[in-house]
């Protein structure tokens, strides 16, 4: 099985930095996403990990210890349409070489003036 | 527009029937994954479908189905509907079966049964 654990509800403020960290325990560990998502919308794509380490892309960030189970989304200059759920999830292979990516239930992040 | 398409939009229907949500994934890509999402929750797998095959299974009920058809689009298929089935259904799809190059997410179905 798996568990995927992010915080319920976030606030920052504009032009600040905030980190959103993300747990997971799961079999078969494949990598792992995070995906933005207004409300009402689809999610779409920030970054992907699969390796430990740092991977930068423009204001974002995403950290990965695969033998922490622990990876963080790091979202700096923060702007008011950052203001959305981001929504960790891991991909996990199985025995039968199928693949399943899993969503943790999102963390809502407010962003103020 | 992410290239994967989902109709239609929004469908109101009553408890008891059964709707069809239909997907055509973005051009290239072979396989094709159901999302459910319901009010403030995660987004829960239901099924994935590669080359017309299923390749993965999830959290689906029986009174759900789905196929892929040999021109690639799917279709999720929902039964015996209950109020607790109103929910965001989201289509994705993926070039191969591992979702190694990522997965591209439509806008998805509304569905609200009353």
């Known amino acids: 099985g798996q568990n995927i654990d992010q915080p319920t509800e976030m606030t920052a403020t504009e032009g600040a930095i905030v980190q959103i960290n993300c747990t997971y325990q799961?079999?078969?560990?494949?990598?792992l996403f995070w995906y933005q998502q207004h409300a009402g919308e689809a999610p779409t794509f920030l970054s992907y990990?699969?390796?430990?380490g740092l991977e930068e892309k423009g204001r974002f960030s995403s950290f990965l210890s695969r033998s922490k189970g622990y990876s963080y989304l790091l979202l700096k200059e923060l702007q008011m349409k950052d203001s959305a759920s981001y929504l960790c999830a891991v991909r996990e292979g199985r025995m039968d070489s199928s693949y399943k990516l899993i969503f943790g239930s999102g963390t809502r992040l407010l962003v103020r003036p | 527009d992410s290239g994967v398409t989902q109709t239609p939009k929004h469908l109101i229907t009553a408890t008891g029937q059964r709707v069809t949500l239909r997907c055509s994934p973005r051009?290239?890509?072979?396989?094709v994954y159901w999302y459910q999402q319901s009010l403030d929750q995660g987004l829960q797998f239901l099924i994935q479908?590669?080359?017309?095959?299923?390749?993965a299974k999830g959290n689906i009920l029986e009174r759900f189905s789905a196929q892929q058809f040999p021109d690639l689009h799917s279709e999720l298929n929902l039964s015996s509907l209950e109020l607790g089935d109103s929910a965001l259904y989201f289509c994705?799809?993926?070039?191969?079966?591992?979702?190694?190059?990522?997965?591209?997410f439509g806008s998805g179905t509304r569905l609200t049964v009353v």
């Open positions: 051009s290239g890509d072979l396989s």
């Open positions: 990990n699969v390796l430990d």
């Open positions: 479908y590669y080359n017309g095959e299923e390749r």
């Open positions: 994705a799809s993926s070039v191969d079966s591992t979702g190694s190059y990522g997965y591209t």
């Open positions: 799961t079999s078969g560990f494949n990598g």
